[in-house]
């Protein structure tokens, strides 16, 4: 631990997942005051994290909402801020999902569903956030996807709601700039999880190869560059995406 984040007040979205985790993890090491573990429907695998959390050193509370509802965006946030003393200095809009689908059939209310629960919640919960931190000033940090840039088969709704991700983070650098809160994304490759190797040998074994550093990614990798644009090493960082994939997106493609 470096105390790269001595003092501040953090929320994690889908802290309950496995990058989620990994990023709550990283803000807990680098000395932050207190992280607020939100999840959905994981509150054991989220209980598990802000136990973890507490070992480190950081307070800790688990807060469950469903993202896809506007209120409970706010709520979320006020909560954050109310453990966090009236303060909240870090939120990192993590939660999300990835389901495949081609778009031949595809519904719009399936379209939505994936809009709402990547996109719109990050509108939503990055407005809360920025009422909560105009008086001290803050970081936003997104997770949006290498798929922001380079889509993947049947990922069409997912790679749109993440390149929309981006362009949110840069736009509202632009308007919560003058306020003290920087937002930036961070796009990452793919990340290791357990039984990945198992469910999807293909995909791993293709990345592993278009990869110069040749492996996956780790929840930490993608904790790291979180840490980083919270951090005030990155105090003139905003409305920047950083790409977490070992060198993926740098390959040549022809
Ligand atoms: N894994 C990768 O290789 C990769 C690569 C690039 C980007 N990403 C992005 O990284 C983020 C985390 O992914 P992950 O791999 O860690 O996935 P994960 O383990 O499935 O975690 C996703 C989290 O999002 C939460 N979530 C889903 N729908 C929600 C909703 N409607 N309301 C509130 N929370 C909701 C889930 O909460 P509950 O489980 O509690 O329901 C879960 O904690 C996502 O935004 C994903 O797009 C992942």
């Not at 307070?59 to 946030?77: H, P, W």
């Not at 979180?226 to 950083?242: E, I, M, R």
Request: proline share 4%; charged share 20%.
């Amino acid at each position: 631990m470096s105390g790269l984040l001595t003092g501040q007040v953090a929320l994690v979205t889908g802290a309950g997942g496995g990058i989620g985790r990994g990023i709550a993890l990283r803000f807990a090491e680098e000395g932050a005051a207190a992280v607020a573990v939100h999840c959905r429907t994981a509150v054991e695998a989220a209980s598990e994290v802000a136990a973890r959390v507490r070992e480190l050193g950081a307070r800790s509370v688990v807060l469950q909402a469903d993202l896809t509802d506007e209120d409970a965006c706010r709520a979320l946030v006020r909560e954050a801020a109310e453990f966090g003393g009236g303060r909240l200095t870090a939120l990192v809009n993590n939660a999300g999902v990835q389901p495949t689908q081609p778009l031949d059939g595809m519904t719009a209310a399936e379209w939505r569903a994936v809009v709402d629960t990547n996109l719109t919640s990050v509108f939503a919960c990055t407005q809360a956030a920025a009422e909560a931190m105009r008086a001290e000033g803050g970081t936003v940090t997104h997770i949006a996807s290498i798929e922001a840039s380079a889509p993947a088969p049947l990922h069409a709704h997912y790679s749109a709601s993440k390149a929309a991700v981006v362009m949110h983070a840069r736009s509202a650098a632009l308007e919560y700039g003058p306020y003290g809160i920087r937002v930036n994304t961070v796009s990452p490759g793919l990340i290791d999880r357990e039984g990945l190797a198992e469910a999807w040998p293909e995909g791993v074994r293709r990345w592993r190869e278009a990869a110069p550093t040749g492996r996956l990614g780790r929840p930490e990798d993608v904790g790291d560059a979180c840490v980083f644009l919270a951090s005030p090493l990155a105090s003139w960082v905003t409305g920047h995406d950083l790409v977490v994939d070992g060198g993926v997106s740098a390959r040549p493609t022809w």
